[in-house]
């Protein structure tokens, strides 16, 4: 729900929803705008993204793989009220339900230029072992669709009542300015984070360790915040000019910390020119190596929070952000 609200008389009057269709937008106009975004919407320390529709082909618009191996479908919906929206979404569990690892394994390397396994990166993301034989067992399905669309929610909610796991992915669209179409969707959630939506100012930057060596040292060795390949790498471009950015080690905890410049840089990844501009990046004014590593126990014990670790970049609070950069530059500062 979008809410007007005068600030002299405190009278609130909620925003009618449109169709998108009204704003002569269709279904990859749309999806254009889902994919710029995805970097916000999508829970990389919950889910790790198989793959993202290409045009032409009959596949989901995404697919990715939670911690318990299970498959989530993806399938974004514009024409509201049709009896065959879900109808697809399902259409995809028979293509796609029956995938062994090895399928999911070839769809993760194609997808995401990853020289490493989908198996080393699901341990190294979560923690936990899976066998080979335990990917895919079980399926969700997630229609992404327009709040007004009824019908398409009620079928969702029945086969959901009858053992099937499909959820609605829920837009809204209004009025903006002129030529403008504002969009309502928040990110969508296996469990709840609430730090999600943080933009404070203070940021933890993964050093992508778990992926290569080469990025980790390149970003210590270089001070700069670097994200890598759609959508990962569009994190970088929410930095503005004195951000406060930790980089993070996995497993290690905060190795280094600096202010981004504002400036964002885009380059091949590790040279290589079949990855035209697949590194997004700023520099860190400022930057300083953290010497020994604040741990994440450690950075507990001083915000009193228990962050998760696991996705790309997330935001921390004001408070926790000053307090982190406080320890660090009166006990941990390596120059």
């Not at 994919?35 to 793959?51: E, G």
């Not at 399926?139 to 029945?158: C, H, K, M, P, S």
């Not at 296996?190 to 980790?216: M, R």
């Not at 001083?302 to 962050?307: C, L």
Request: with cysteine.
């Amino acid at each position: 729900m979008l809410l007007s609200i005068n600030t002299k008389t405190k009278y609130a009057e909620r925003r009618r929803t449109k169709r998108l269709q009204s704003f002569g937008f269709d279904e990859l106009a749309l999806q254009a705008v889902f994919f710029r975004t995805l970097d916000r919407l999508f829970p990389d320390d919950k889910l790790i993204l198989l793959t993202q529709s290409r045009a032409w082909q009959e596949e989901p618009d995404l697919m990715a793989i939670d911690k318990d191996g299970n498959l989530f479908i993806f399938e974004l919906k514009v024409w509201e009220s049709r009896s065959d929206n879900l109808l697809q979404v399902l259409r995809y569990g028979q293509l796609f339900g029956n995938a062994k690892y090895a399928d999911l394994d070839s769809w993760y390397r194609k997808f995401n230029g990853d020289s490493q396994s989908l198996e080393a990166v699901h341990a190294s993301r979560f923690g936990v072992s899976l066998p080979r034989e335990a990917f895919n067992t079980k399926q969700t399905f997630v229609v992404i669709t327009n709040g007004l669309d009824r019908r398409t929610r009620e079928a969702a909610r029945y086969w959901r009542s009858c053992g099937l796991d499909v959820r609605p992915w829920v837009y809204r669209v209004y009025d903006g300015a002129p030529e403008e179409m504002l969009l309502e969707m928040s990110a969508f959630r296996v469990g709840d984070n609430p730090y999600e939506d943080l933009a404070e100012g203070y940021y933890i930057l993964n050093t992508n360790i778990s992926n290569t060596q080469e990025d980790h040292d390149d970003m210590v060795a270089n001070g700069k915040a670097a994200a890598y390949f759609d959508p990962w790498k569009f994190k970088i471009e929410r930095l503005v000019r004195g951000d406060v950015v930790f980089l993070y080690q996995s497993g290690v905890g905060i190795v280094g910390v600096g202010e981004a410049d504002g400036q964002l840089q885009k380059q091949a990844y590790q040279g290589d020119p079949k990855h035209k501009d697949e590194e997004y990046f700023m520099m860190l004014n400022r930057f300083e190596r953290v010497s020994p590593p604040l741990t994440a126990a450690e950075i507990k014990s001083i915000t009193g929070i228990n962050h998760r670790f696991m996705s790309t970049m997330f935001g921390l609070d004001a408070e926790s952000g000053k307090a982190v950069r406080k320890f660090l530059y009166e006990k941990r500062r390596d120059g």
